[in-house]
Every structure is written in C-alpha cells, then in structure tokens.
C-alpha cells in the first residue's frame, strides 16, 4: 500500500505539473488584456507597455511559464493584478468555505444516498423502493443552479426559515454558518445522493443474492448482522468510486453554487478571475482544485483496500 500511495503521489506531480503547462497556454489565448483591463477604459499606451513590462508579460510564452514555475516552487503564487493582494493569501481566504461546502454537500450526499439505497434495496419493488427511485431520478436529472434556486424560493423567500445568501465563518458563529450552509449543501449534495443512491441499491441488490448471503441467513444471523457484516461491505465498492470520481462534479458544482449563494470560496474566486484575466490567481485555483481532485482519487483507492482487505496494490 505505501509503494502505491508513493507511486500515486509522484503521479499527482507530474499530472499537475503537465496540467499548469495547460492552463497557463489555455489562459494566454484567452481574449482582452488583463492590464487594459485592471486600468480601465482608454489607458495610455505607454503606461499599457510599462505595466506589460513590470508583470513580464512582455515576454515569449515559455520565458512567461519558467518565470512563473520558479516563483511557485519558491512558495510564491505571486500578486493579484486586480486586488493586488498576494495570491496565496486570496486562495487562503477562499479555500475555508469551499471546505465546508464541499464537506458538508458531501456528507448530505452520501448519508442520504447510502440510506436510501440501502432501503430501496432491501425493500426492493415496495411503495419505499419506488418512491427512492423518483427521488433519484429528480435529483440527477435537475441541474444544481436550478435546485438552489428552488431552495432560496421555498425555504427563503416563501417560508423565511433560512437567509438567501450571504457567508458566516463558523469561526465568528457555529450556528450562523450552519444557517447560511445549509441550502447551498442540499442543492450540491442532493445530485451526489441520487447517484450514490442507484449504485448502492443496485450493488446491494446483486450482493443479497449471493451464496455466502443465504448461507449467512441460514445460520441464523439477524438480518441486521447479515447486511450490516456480509452486504454493505462488498456491495459499498461501487459506491466508494462512484464518490471519488463524482468529487469533480462538486467542485464545478460549488462554482455555480458559490456564485448563486454569494459565498466568498474558492469556485466564486476562479470565476470572478476568469471575467477579470486575472492570471496568477486563476492559475494558482484551477491548479488548487486539480490537486484536490486528484487526492480525492487516491483516497478512494486507499479506501477501496479499509473496505475490502483483499483488494492489494502492491
């Protein structure tokens, strides 16, 4: 398992390294010019050439690219062309409410999912089953913008039971960050829970059949001891992938979310970058969530051998 998790992180080096080389190009083609456009209308252009100069924008793309990969491997992100705040200081800032709205739709996801697959399973083709699966249809099928706009128009405006939008570190209040979490966490991880809904009910469904499972109820085992020890583990697999690489949908999802909710992460920052060509702060997020996407791999594969002990990678 540690050959594994070694190879996988030098992996996770070179998959990053190869997709800042992408971005970087990928940005550079973008249309507008972030210096026209962090002085404003009509700038003069001796002071457009000035700033071009002082930002090294002057320079062929691959002088641009080492420059930049020196600073970064000297632990500077470098300064925000719009803001003019250190970079790593705005990533700082934003990656605590991204955290928490991706751990939180996270856990609603998977609680639920798991749940509801598991009944819908065991209570296959009864009022409970079909009523799981119209829920999981619902939930895949409506986009999350659309569910959050629904949410803020029932829970917010209608019933006045939660805030539209807004952010409250739970540093400053537990209880105020809750309130403002909790829309924003249901309209991202009620899609995680639809599919993570079908693959259990469905993973359960096939394990229940097995031989060792009837073996396990002849023996007299409580059912709850049967599904708990003998099912949910082997039949959990699926799942756990599904997770891991459904992870990349929640991170694009919490950029929309964040933006309809108006909560200061990491996915409102990339986005407010990308209208403002800010380079080095749009360079820096999408390398932050490649990274995150990639760890969120890994720790599926790590828990695919805690769930099942026969699975090795070595």
Do not use: C
Not at 39 to 62: M, N, S, T
Not at 165 to 193: D, E, K
């Amino acid at each position: 398992m540690a050959r594994f998790v070694g190879a996988r992180l030098v992996q996770l080096a070179f998959i990053v390294a190869a997709v800042s080389v992408v971005v970087f190009g990928f940005l550079r083609l973008l249309p507008g010019d972030p210096i026209a456009m962090m002085l404003g209308e009509r700038p003069h252009p001796q002071v457009v050439a000035e700033i071009r100069k002082l930002y090294r924008l002057d320079q062929p793309f691959h002088v641009q690219y080492a420059l930049w990969l020196a600073q970064v491997a000297r632990g500077n992100l470098g300064i925000s062309y719009i803001t003019r705040r250190p970079v790593a200081a705005l990533i700082g800032e934003a990656l605590g409410p991204t955290v928490g709205l991706a751990l939180a739709a996270l856990a609603i996801g998977v609680v639920v999912g798991v749940t509801a697959g598991i009944l819908a399973a065991l209570y296959r083709n009864t009022a409970r089953d079909v009523a799981a699966s119209v829920l999981a249809f619902a939930g895949i099928s409506i986009p999350s913008f659309f569910l959050a706009v629904l949410l803020i128009w029932v829970f917010s405006l209608a019933l006045r039971w939660l805030p539209p939008t807004g952010y409250v570190s739970p540093t400053v209040s537990i209880a105020g960050w809750a309130r403002h979490m909790a829309l924003p966490a249901v309209a991202l991880g009620l899609i995680l829970a639809a599919s993570t809904m079908r693959l259990v009910r469905s993973g359960v469904l096939e394990v229940l059949g097995r031989e060792y499972v009837r073996t396990a109820r002849a023996k007299g085992l409580a059912e709850r001891v049967v599904v708990g020890r003998h099912v949910l583990r082997n039949a959990m697999i699926p799942a756990v992938t599904a997770v891991g690489l459904q992870l990349a949908d929640l991170l694009g999802g919490a950029v929309i979310i964040e933006s309809v909710f108006a909560i200061p992460g990491l996915g409102r920052l990339t986005l407010d970058s990308i209208f403002a060509r800010d380079y080095p702060v749009l360079q820096s997020a999408i390398l932050m969530l490649t990274g995150v996407f990639i760890l969120a791999n890994l720790l599926a594969d790590v828990t695919y051998a805690l769930i099942d002990p026969r699975i090795r990678y070595d």
